[in-house]
């Protein structure tokens, strides 16, 4: 299975507070990503008072062993025709690099399965 994790799962991996289930699912798969879109999101909710660590969180989640996944021109073309079921564009990324790379997303976002993509609930 090739996963692409949501921005909450990497902040969970990072502070211990993933479910061991899944923790252990991570640790066996071969092709787990994260996309571009994590840093910027969790840059944007630090700066915005959202997370409220003093640690560089961007930072210490592009030094995670994810496999890194770039955004490309695809992904923002598809994001923006996506239905409105999600109102947050970070999410709604993380929904196109899913359909168009074929992954599994993972995550617990109640609006993602609304869409055309798999998903594995957290």
Same mark, same amino acid.
């Given at each position: 299975m090739k996963l692409l994790l949501d921005t909450h799962v $990497? %902040?969970?991996w990072m502070n211990g507070e993933l479910p061991d289930e899944t =923790?252990? %699912? %991570? !640790?066996r798969e071969l092709a787990v990503y994260m996309s571009a879109i994590t840093p910027w999101e969790i840059s944007v909710k630090?700066?915005?008072g959202k997370l409220t660590s003093t640690e560089d969180l961007a930072a210490q989640?592009?030094? &995670?062993q994810f496999q890194p996944l770039p955004i490309d021109a =695809?992904?923002?073309a598809l994001a923006g025709k996506l239905p409105l079921h999600h109102k947050d564009p970070f999410d709604r990324m993380l929904v196109a690099q899913a359909q168009?790379? !074929?992954l599994t997303? $993972? &995550?617990r976002d109640k609006f993602i399965p609304l869409y055309d993509v798999d998903v594995l609930t957290v």
């Open positions: $990497v %902040l969970w =923790r252990e %699912l %991570l !640790g630090q700066a915005a989640a592009c030094n &995670t =695809r992904h923002g168009s790379e !074929g997303l $993972v &995550t």
